[in-house]
């Protein structure tokens, strides 16, 4: 045998990791040099990550004009050719079909051991849904809730029947040719109706309509143990009938609605009135929406404000209206249109001015811009060039955002942004704005004024409102959504700005004057805080009559967010 080679070879082995005659003390050299090496990927990936959200957030328009749109876009038409698809292999009986195969999956759950029994949720993938929060589905048994369809128009009841996962833009399509419209219809076309039920919703016409729940006439539900229930405000199960609005999910499967429509006309008139002085606007907006009288002088179908400055607001008043000669039509809504709120903020110039916008139009006006939400986004989006080369791709799908949101990024978007609708009494309007100002700094506002009723005590998660704020000789009091939504004016100018202050204190100001936050966005309220300012003992009694307790998680769990906003907002405070 060759010695000299067999010793050659054996050098171009990696002797330490595979020589039996390696020592304890060569193994733990080699141990401590891969845990430097591994410290350094780490550090270096780390470093990597750094760089990329660096380029990332000062890059962010290149990567939303030459990526995000594109796949939006194409992503928006795989969900249609799959709506599409859906609908082709409809039958008749599917809805019932469907419905009894929900009730038979909540049955199975329900044989489970109870140590295998994980609470209930839907299996609805949470980059589907519109709320800024990711609820863990994952720690719980899924249960598939496949219903997209419209299933009954009664226009003598004047009611739709529509299954939970039709969305606004679906019922407009439907709803409009025929000449009606939903009683309350909010700006976004992927709003589901049945997210709207167990959430809640508003428009400019709920001074006289109320909040979205005030229009369900019914609502059928799967219960825990798997049994189907119609409830209504005046059979046997009123009192869930009232705890279902604002419980998100947390009492039971919707499975379909009833809903009021009304009779529409092909054009809303609507007349743009500019107003300096706070005081000023907030006055017109009490008169038009009927905060002192119950029934003022001038009462439009429609009503909202724009506030561009603590002094300089666009009040706008609408009516149904027939085609009127003398009036100039917009189609806000078309792609290469100004975007809604821009073309409202050129009136602080013009003066008062009123125009026809079709009705379809202008339920959809703010949707190409997410309200201004899009601007933060793309500063270029409303120039003319690119309204009319590439305006057909806004809005970036807000599923599309959701789907590519990484735990990282939720992390990081959370605390240089604000999505929050407040709603609080008009009669505070003035202190509204003088604490968003202070907190956020963020304009433009909006302001859609909405009846708040008064329905007793103990009549679900929405607390009576104060008796002062009630309107002479009814049973409501008028209030307001604050939407304050973008880019905080301090993250713009990287002043110090924490969000979790920022929250805290609002909530707190709008827990002091009776108002309550929309729950599709995040909360900073503790269980304790949250429980002040909701009202809980109808729903608590509901859950336990109907089986929810231990079959689905409580409303609290549902909607705070999966994240621990304390500690990521302070740690990635703007300093």
């Known amino acids: 045998m060759d010695v000299s080679n067999a010793r050659g070879r054996a050098k171009l082995l990696p002797t330490v990791k595979y020589s039996p005659q390696a020592s304890f003390e060569e193994g733990h050299v080699i141990a401590l ?11 270096m990936m780390v470093h990597l990550k750094a760089r990329l959200i660096s380029w990332l957030e000062n890059n962010r328009e290149l990567v939303v004009a030459l990526f995000c749109l594109p796949a939006s876009f194409l992503f928006t038409v795989a969900l249609q050719l799959r709506a599409h698809l859906r609908r082709l292999v409809a039958r008749a009986d599917q809805h019932e079909r469907a419905v009894k195969e929900i009730q038979a999956r909540v049955q199975e759950w329900n044989k489970l051991p109870s140590r295998d029994r994980r609470l209930l949720c839907t299996s609805r993938p949470n980059w589907l849904s519109l709320s800024t929060t990711f609820f863990e589905k994952h720690l719980h048994h899924r249960v598939p809730i496949p219903l997209y369809d419209i299933l009954e128009l009664d226009e003598q009841a004047m009611t739709v029947r529509v299954e939970p996962m039709v969305t606004i833009g679906d019922i407009t399509e439907y709803l409009i040719p025929k000449g009606y419209s939903l009683a309350v219809t909010i700006e976004l076309v992927d709003a589901t109706l049945g997210g709207l039920a ?49 419980s998100h999910g947390s009492l039971g499967f919707l499975v379909a609605l009833t809903l009021k429509i009304v009779k529409v006309k092909p054009f809303i008139k609507i007349k743009y009135t500019p107003v300096e002085g706070q005081k000023e606007y907030c006055n017109m907006l009490r008169e038009l929406s009927g905060t002192y009288e119950r029934e003022p002088k001038e009462f439009p ?23 009127d000669p003398t009036a100039p039509v917009n189609h806000c809504s078309r792609w290469y249109k100004p975007w809604f709120y821009k073309h409202v903020q050129s ?101 859609y004024p909405c009846k708040v009723i008064d329905r007793g005590p103990s009549s679900g998660q929405l607390k009576r409102p104060h008796s002062k704020y009630l309107v002479p000789g009814t049973n409501y ?37 009776g108002g309550f936050s929309f729950l599709y966005a995040d909360i900073f ?22 089986g929810a307790e231990g079959a689905f998680p409580h409303l609290y769990v549902k909607v705070k967010p999966e994240i621990d906003v304390f500690a990521i907002g302070e740690e990635n405070a703007v300093q």
């Open 33 to 43: 040099r891969k845990h430097r090496e591994g410290s350094s990927f780490h550090r």
């Open 198 to 246: 167990f959430g809640t919703g508003m428009s400019t016409h709920s001074h006289k309509a109320g909040l979205y729940h005030e229009t369900i006439t019914a609502y059928e539900v799967v219960l825990g143990d798997g049994s189907l229930v119609t409830a209504t405000a005046d059979n046997e199960h009123s009192d869930l009938f009232k705890a279902l609005p604002w």
């Open 301 to 323: 179908d429609f009503l909202e404000a724009t506030i561009f400055s603590e002094n300089e607001a666009v009040v706008m008043s609408g009516d149904y209206c027939d085609r």
């Open 347 to 447: 009136f602080l110039k013009k003066g008062e001015s009123v125009e026809l916008i079709p009705l379809k139009d202008y339920l959809l006006r703010h949707n190409r811009a997410i309200f201004w939400v899009v601007e933060d986004m793309l500063s270029f989006g409303n120039d003319a060039l690119f309204r009319y080369l590439f305006g057909w791709l806004l809005p970036p799908k807000p599923a599309f955002l959701k789907f590519t949101t990484t735990p990282g990024v939720r992390a990081y978007t959370f605390t240089k942004q604000v999505f929050q609708d407040i709603v609080l009494p008009i009669s505070e309007l003035e202190r509204q704005i003088e604490m968003a100002t202070q907190l956020f700094d963020k304009f433009p506002l909006l302001v």
């Open 477 to 513: 009091a008028m209030y307001n959504d604050l939407g304050v939504y973008g880019v905080p004016g301090k993250v713009k100018e990287k002043k110090p700005y924490s969000p979790v202050t920022a929250m805290r204190k609002m909530e707190e100001f709008t827990r002091e004057v």
């Open 525 to 546: 309220m503790t269980r304790e805080e949250f429980e002040a300012m909701f009202d809980l003992s109808l729903y608590e009694r509901v859950r336990r009559k109907y």
